[in-house]
């Protein structure tokens, strides 16, 4: 019994000296892997692209994914952006970098380097939102020219939750064209390898692992990286094209997804004995619906449709502006024909958006909705509901003249508009005979004046 109670103490001592020892650091397991998580060229994109097959994307999904792999992994976990997180040409571009600008702080991204996109709303727009949610944002050859200092930190260090001590530095192509928000000559843009070699050179005492985030094109991060020594992981942004893990021997490994935030890459590192970055398996996931919007970034996305409902309904009264007749108006001549649109998905295009929230949502409407973008066409769907939904006049053509006069015909060959709105990308299964198979309704003897 005593020798008994003797093993058990022993067994208890070391139990409280490995407990001291691990909070002293001395007795932490090594680490062995680190996950990178990046994004870049998400182009404004805050929700997902709503296609009909292979809905992907969107802020919501990306945060739900990266709690879930980050209280999840028992790697090392890391999280970073490339650049053009904005876009200078959506709807609402400058609403939407806010959105993207607060979900990515929810996030807890561990650094980004910007492109060309984020100026798009003037330098010191992005400089200080950045700042005031907390965005750190590093750029090793950026220099504010009149004053000849960097606009942000080169670099900044994260020490990750195994003790794994990361440096990140950012660099920018010289060769980028900056959007006309910027001054000419405000912004000077440095030597690539220098700058970031320098940075380099002043972590690398301090740090494990480097990660380098660069905005450049395909050519030139290949050459950058090439010559960068002491450099584990590039992650690059600008034109959008994915590469996969190039490495060459004694090269950083180089990272880029496809634009627009459909996908985000995870590289999972292996970690050698010297705790450089020994090998990569990388995974590109698609950010599908079974990822369901974070709640957080939920209640952005509902702020930012509340703005968007109170700016649309204080543009404009339209009244007379609308010329459109309306599928109401051809019914009373194509009744059958009218009938038969009824059940089809055309006619209830625009409930599709309304159960997303996303019927003010631009980048949403114009395929909706009849004759939108054309004079006299859907405005709204505060000032324009009687345009809702893919009539008669989206694929025919405007029928006020028409409807007047049956002599006069749409302007329009419907079967030559399927195209402008099932593109490639939103519906790339498309094949006209099985779609217009789906919508044909022929000719009815009252139609003389439709084509
Ligand atoms: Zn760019």
Not at 113 to 125: C, I, L
Not at 269 to 280: E, F, M, N, P, S
Not at 341 to 355: D, N, Q, S, Y
Request: glycine share 8%; with cysteine.
């Amino acid at each position: 019994m005593v020798r008994r109670h003797g093993i058990l103490f022993h067994l208890a001592g070391l139990a409280i000296l490995a407990a001291a020892l691990s909070a002293c650091g001395l007795f932490k397991s090594e680490p062995k892997r680190l996950a990178i998580v990046y994004t870049n060229d998400v182009r404004g994109e805050i929700r997902s692209c709503g296609c009909a097959t292979h809905d992907l994307g969107g802020l919501g999904r990306r945060a739900t994914f990266v709690k879930v792999y980050r209280d999840t992994t028992k790697a090392d976990f890391l999280l970073v952006d490339a650049g053009d997180f904005f876009s200078p040409s959506i709807n609402y571009g400058k609403e939407k970098a806010e959105v993207t600008l607060k979900s990515m702080a929810l996030m807890g991204y561990d650094a980004v380097v910007p492109g060309e996109n984020e100026f798009s709303f003037g330098v010191e727009y992005f400089a200080a939102r950045a700042r005031a949610v907390g965005l750190p944002v590093v750029a090793s050859n950026v220099v504010v020219a009149a004053a000849d200092t960097l606009l942000f930190p080169a670099s900044r260090e994260a020490t990750l939750s195994s003790g794994l001590r990361v440096g990140l530095v950012g660099v920018v192509s010289p060769t980028l064209k900056m959007p006309p928000q910027v001054a000419a000559g405000s912004l000077a843009i440095r030597e690539p390898v220098a700058a970031v070699q320098a940075a380099v050179d002043a972590l690398r005492p301090r740090v494990d692992v480097v990660v380098v985030l660069a905005h450049m094109n395909r050519g030139e991060v290949n050459k950058v990286a090439a010559a960068l020594t002491g450099v584990d992981v590039v992650v690059n942004g600008h034109d959008g094209i994915p590469v996969r893990q190039v490495k060459r021997w004694g090269e950083p490994y180089v990272l880029q997804i496809a634009a627009k935030g459909l996908y985000i890459g995870a590289a999972d590192a292996t970690l050698g004995k010297d705790k450089r970055v020994a090998g990569i398996k990388n995974v590109v996931v698609g950010l599908g619906k079974t990822f369901r919007d974070d709640e957080a970034v939920a209640k952005l996305f509902q702020a930012y449709d509340l703005e968007v409902v109170a700016r649309e309904k204080a543009v404009l009264p339209v009244g007379d502006a609308v010329t459109f007749a309306g599928a109401n108006a051809c019914q009373a001549c194509h009744a059958p024909i009218f009938e038969q649109w009824k059940g089809t998905r055309h006619a209830h295009a625009f409930e599709v958006l309304t159960a997303q929230q996303r019927e003010f949502d631009r980048d949403c409407t114009p395929c909706h909705t009849t004759g939108f973008f054309k004079e006299g066409g859907f405005v709204n769907a505060h000032a324009t509901p009687q345009l809702s939904g893919v009539q008669c006049e989206a694929c025919h053509g405007n029928g006020s003249a028409h409807a007047k006069d049956p002599k006069i015909k749409t302007d329009t060959v419907a079967k030559s508009t399927c195209r402008s709105c099932h593109t490639a990308e939103q519906t790339p299964e498309f094949d006209f005979a099985t779609f217009w198979a789906r919508i044909d309704h022929g000719s009815d003897s009252q139609a003389a004046g439709s084509r």
